[in-house]
C-alpha cells in the first residue's frame, strides 16, 4: 500500500465535506497552477482548491461527489493537463528526474546552437566583418541556428502558454512565448528590409537561460523531497503467526488484530502492541541513540528496529493495531503534504502580484508600440521596446518567491527532526512572541525519580535499598519505576504482595519479614506511628512515599517528574531571544514552582492546577502570536487556542491531530531549532519577493521610458529568478546551530530560591 491509496489520500472534514489530495501531470510553472486552481474553484460543488507547484500536489475541498477524481479530472485535462490519484514518494522522485533529463535534453540542444547564434550576431555587433555582405550571411546564419532552439527548446514553453490563455490566466509562459516570436518576427522583419541589426540571439538566451533557471529549480524540488524521505517506511514482506505458524505475507495483505514476528535486526514494519518485551532502537523516529527496553502490552511504531531480547533469545512478537498506510509515519507524512499546500499570507501576496503582472505586462506592450511610434521613435526601436516589456515582464521570480524558500524551510526543518506538518505556520511561527509549554510529558519525563531518602537511625541504605528492590519489583504503580531506578540489586527471591489500590502495599520478604509501603495516610491505618521528623518540610511539593517495617517507620522517599535534560538550556535560548514564557499545568502548585525553579522560568511564569479551558483562556491573554507546546488529550483545546500548536516525541493522538508540527526527538530542544528555521525562512521569503516585485517593477518603467536591448533584458531577467532560487537554497545550507536573531530586548526570569534540606545523620541525598 502506497500513500496514494484512498484512505491515506482523503480526509473527511468537521462539515462532511472531502478533502483529497491528487498530483497534477503536466505543470511547467507557476502559471500552470494558478490556472490549474483557478478552474477547480469554478468547478460547481468545490469550496476551495489549492495547487502546490513546487510538489504538484492539489488539494481540494468540496462535496464528495465534487472532489472525486472522475468529476475533477475532465475539466482538468482540457486545459492540457492530468490529474491523478496522490503519487507515492518513489513516483515522485521518479517524475522529477525524468523532468530533469527533459529539460537537460533541451538545454543541450539550446546551448549547442544558440552558442552559434550568439557567436554570429557578437560577430556582427562587434563590426568584425570586413563587408556588409558578410553582416548579412552572418546576420542569416545567426537566424538559421536559432530555429532549433527556438522551435524544438522552447516548445514547453508555448504549450505551457497557450494551456494558460485557455484558462484565462496568462502567466509568465505568455510573456515569454510572444517575447521569443516577438524577437524572431521582428528580426525576420529586419532582415526582409535589408537591416543585420538581428534578435535572434535575444529568443535564444529567453530560452537557454530560463531552462537553466528550470533545472537549477527542479533539482530544488528533488531535494525537497528529502523531507518526505526521512518519514517514509519501505514497503516489505512480513511474519505473520498463525496457528504457531510463521508464514511469509505482503505488508498491505496485513489486517487489524493479527499477529506478526520481528526478527532481531529487522524494522518493526507495523504500529502494535508488544506481545513480547525487548529493546528497540527508536533512532529512526524519536532521534534517541541509546536502544530503550520496551515491556509486554506498550505500543511500538513502525520504522523502530528490534535489537534482541536481552540474552532471552527468540523474535519481537506483537499484534498489529494500524496496517500500511495507516501507521503512524504513514499519516504523519501523509499530513506533511496535505498542509504543504496551503499557502501562507506571502504566498497568497505572492501570487497575487504575479497574477496582475502578466495581463499589466501584455497591455504595457500594446501600448508601448503605437505611443513610441507616436512620440517619434521609429518603427524598429518601437518595436524592440515592446519587445523588451515582454521579456522583462515575465514575474518567474515573483512566482517562485515564496513556495521554494516554504519549501526549503520545511526540508530544513525535518531534517533538524521536527516534523512540519503545516508548512504555512511558518510565516506565523516567525512573528510568534509568547512561547507556553505543558507540565508533565512535556517539560518533564514523565518518570519519577527520588529526589531525597529519609531512613531510620542505624538503618543500612545498601541493605535498604536492595530490599526495596525487591520489595517493587513486580508493582506497577507509577511510582514503582523510579523506586526501582533509585534502588539496586537483582535479587530473585520470592515476595508476597497484598495490595490495597491507591493507598499501599503489605510486602512479606522470603524470610518472613514485612514492609509496610504507602501514604502516610495508609501506614496510620496499619497502625504505624509515624514519627514528626520523619518528614522534610524542603520537599513537601514532592510525591511522598513511606516505608515501615515491625519497629515501626523505616523510611520517607520523595519523588518528582524530571525535567527534560535539555529543558534549562532550551528555556534560557528562549527568554535570551525575548520571547514571553509560560509554564501552564493542571498540577498542584508545589510541583509547578518546583519544576519552573529547576528549568530557569520565574514563580510569576508558572501557572497551575488550570483546566483545559483556563489553560485556553491564558494562552489567549499572552502577547500574540502564541506557541504552545503540549502532549496530553487535555491540551488539544491549548493547541487550537495558540497561533501555532507543537507535539512533542512522546505525544498523545489526540495532540498530534492538533499540532502543526511534531518534534521527532525527545525533549523541547526542537522547539528553539523550529522557531529559528521559521525566522530564517520568513526573512527569505520576504528578501524574495520584495527583490522579485522591486526588480519587475523597475524593468517595467526603464524599459518604457529608454531603449534597453532585449538582450540585455534577458539576462536582467534571468538573474532575477536566479538569484530567488540560489536565495532561497540558502535555508538548506543553513548551520543547524546558527546564532539566534535578536527577537527583542530579552524578559529575565529571576530564579525561585533553592531551598536545600538541612543536614542530619539519617538524611540521605540521593545519588
Not at 499519516?331 to 497575487?352: I, N, V, Y
Not at 513556495?403 to 531534517?415: E, F, K, Y
Not at 512522546?650 to 525533549?667: M, V, Y
Request: hydrophobic share 45%; with cysteine.
Amino acid at each position: 500500500m502506497t500513500l496514494s491509496d484512498a484512505s491515506a489520500t482523503h480526509a473527511a472534514q468537521p462539515d462532511g465535506l472531502e478533502a483529497p489530495l491528487y498530483t497534477l501531470h503536466g505543470m511547467w510553472c507557476t502559471s500552470c497552477a494558478l490556472a490549474v486552481e483557478g478552474a477547480l474553484k469554478q468547478q460547481p460543488g468545490v469550496l476551495d482548491a489549492s495547487v502546490h507547484y513546487p510538489t504538484a500536489t492539489v488539494w481540494v475541498k468540496g462535496e464528495p461527489d465534487a472532489t472525486a477524481l472522475d468529476a475533477l479530472a475532465p475539466n482538468v485535462a482540457r486545459l492540457g493537463y492530468r490529474l491523478a490519484p496522490l503519487e507515492d514518494l518513489q513516483d515522485a522522485h521518479a517524475r522529477l528526474e525524468q523532468e530533469s533529463r527533459y529539460l537537460t535534453l533541451r538545454l543541450i540542444v539550446g546551448s549547442v546552437f544558440g552558442m552559434w547564434t550568439m557567436l554570429a550576431s557578437l560577430l556582427i555587433y562587434a563590426g568584425a566583418m570586413p563587408t556588409a555582405a558578410l553582416e548579412s550571411v552572418l546576420a542569416w546564419v545567426s537566424g538559421a541556428f536559432a530555429i532549433p532552439v527556438v522551435s524544438y527548446a522552447g516548445l514547453p514553453f508555448y504549450r505551457a502558454g497557450w494551456r494558460t490563455l485557455r484558462a484565462r490566466r496568462p502567466g509568465m509562459d505568455v510573456l515569454v512565448s510572444l517575447g521569443v516570436l516577438g524577437a524572431v518576427v521582428v528580426s525576420l522583419g529586419l532582415l526582409w528590409r535589408g537591416s543585420v541589426e538581428v534578435y535572434f540571439d535575444t529568443a535564444v538566451m529567453l530560452i537557454v537561460l530560463l531552462l537553466v533557471g528550470r533545472l537549477v529549480e527542479t533539482l530544488c524540488r528533488q531535494r525537497g523531497l528529502k523531507a518526505f524521505d526521512a518519514l517514509a517506511l519501505p514497503d516489505t514482506s512480513v511474519q505473520v503467526l498463525h496457528q504457531g505458524q510463521v508464514q511469509e505475507t505482503a505488508i498491505e495483505e496485513v489486517t487489524l488484530g493479527q499477529q506478526i514476528a520481528v526478527a532481531p535486526g529487522d524494522t518493526v514494519p507495523l504500529d502494535g502492541t508488544l506481545e513480547t518485551d525487548g529493546w528497540l532502537d527508536t533512532a529512526t523516529l524519536s532521534g534517541e541513540s541509546q536502544p530503550r527496553f520496551v515491556g509486554a502490552g506498550q505500543p511500538v511504531y513502525a520504522g523502530c528496529r528490534f535489537m534482541g531480547r536481552g540474552g532471552q533469545g527468540g523474535s519481537l512478537e506483537l499484534t498489529v493495531t494500524a496496517t500500511a498506510g495507516q501507521r503512524r509515519m504513514d499519516k504523519l507524512c501523509d499530513q506533511m503534504r496535505r498542509f504543504q499546500t496551503q499557502k501562507g499570507e506571502l504566498h497568497t501576496l505572492a501570487e497575487r502580484f504575479a497574477a496582475w503582472l502578466s495581463p499589466a505586462a501584455l497591455v504595457l506592450a500594446a501600448v508601448t508600440l503605437p505611443i513610441a511610434w507616436l512620440m517619434g521613435v521609429g518603427w524598429d526601436e518601437a518595436s524592440v521596446r515592446a519587445l523588451s516589456v515582454l521579456v522583462v515582464a515575465c514575474p518567474c521570480a515573483v512566482g517562485l518567491a515564496v513556495p521554494l524558500a516554504s519549501l526549503a524551510g520545511s526540508s530544513q526543518a525535518t531534517q533538524q527532526g521536527i516534523a512540519l506538518r503545516d508548512p504555512a505556520a511558518l510565516e506565523v511561527l516567525a512573528k510568534v512572541r509568547s512561547v507556553a509549554f505543558d507540565k508533565t510529558g512535556t517539560l518533564t519525563q514523565g518518570q519519577h525519580r527520588v529526589l531525597h531518602a529519609m531512613l531510620r537511625e542505624g538503618a543500612d541504605d545498601a541493605g535498604f535499598r536492595l530490599q526495596l528492590a525487591v520489595a517493587v519489583r513486580q508493582s506497577e504503580h507509577p511510582l514503582a519505576n523510579g523506586l526501582r531506578h533509585w534502588a539496586s540489586g537483582t535479587s530473585r527471591d520470592q515476595v508476597e504482595v497484598h495490595e490495597t489500590p491507591g493507598a499501599g502495599q503489605t510486602i512479606t520478604f522470603a524470610d518472613g519479614h514485612t514492609w509496610w509501603l504507602g501514604s502516610n495516610a495508609w501506614l496510620a491505618q496499619q497502625g504505624k506511628e509515624i514519627p514528626a521528623d520523619a518528614k522534610h518540610p524542603a520537599y513537601g511539593f514532592a510525591s511522598e512515599v513511606l516505608v515501615a517495617d515491625e519497629q515501626g517507620w523505616l523510611a520517607t522517599l520523595y519523588l518528582a517528574d524530571q525535567p527534560v535534560p535539555d529543558a534549562q538550556a532550551t528555556l534560557a535560548q528562549l527568554q535570551s531571544a525575548g520571547y514571553v514564557l509560560a509554564l501552564i499545568s493542571g498540577d498542584r502548585q508545589g510541583p509547578v514552582q518546583w519544576l519552573g525553579q529547576r528549568v530557569g522560568l520565574s514563580r510569576e511564569a508558572c501557572y497551575a492546577q488550570r483546566s483545559p479551558e483556563a489553560k485556553a483562556r491564558l494562552l489567549e491573554a499572552l502577547p500574540s502570536p502564541t506557541l504552545y507546546v503540549g502532549d496530553g488529550v487535555n491540551d488539544t483545546l491549548s493547541l487550537a487556542a495558540a497561533a501555532v500548536g507543537v507535539a512533542p516525541l512522546h505525544a498523545s493522538d489526540a495532540a498530534r491531530e492538533g499540532a502543526a508540527a511534531q518534534l521527532l526527538s525527545p525533549g523541547i530542544a526542537g522547539v528553539a531549532r523550529l522557531l529559528r528555521v521559521a525566522q530564517r525562512t520568513r526573512r527569505i521569503m520576504v528578501q524574495n519577493l520584495l527583490l522579485s516585485a522591486l526588480y519587475n517593477t523597475l524593468a517595467l518603467g526603464l524599459v518604457v521610458t529608454m531603449a534597453i536591448p532585449p538582450l540585455i533584458a534577458v539576462l536582467a531577467m534571468a538573474a532575477s529568478s536566479l538569484s530567488v532560487t540560489l536565495n532561497a537554497a540558502r535555508l538548506t545550507w543553513a548551520e543547524p546551530d546558527a546564532p539566534w536573531p535578536t527577537h527583542g530586548s530579552p524578559t529575565p526570569h529571576p530564579a525561585a530560591e533553592h531551598v536545600a534540606p538541612p543536614s542530619a545523620d539519617r538524611s540521605r541525598p540521593t545519588a
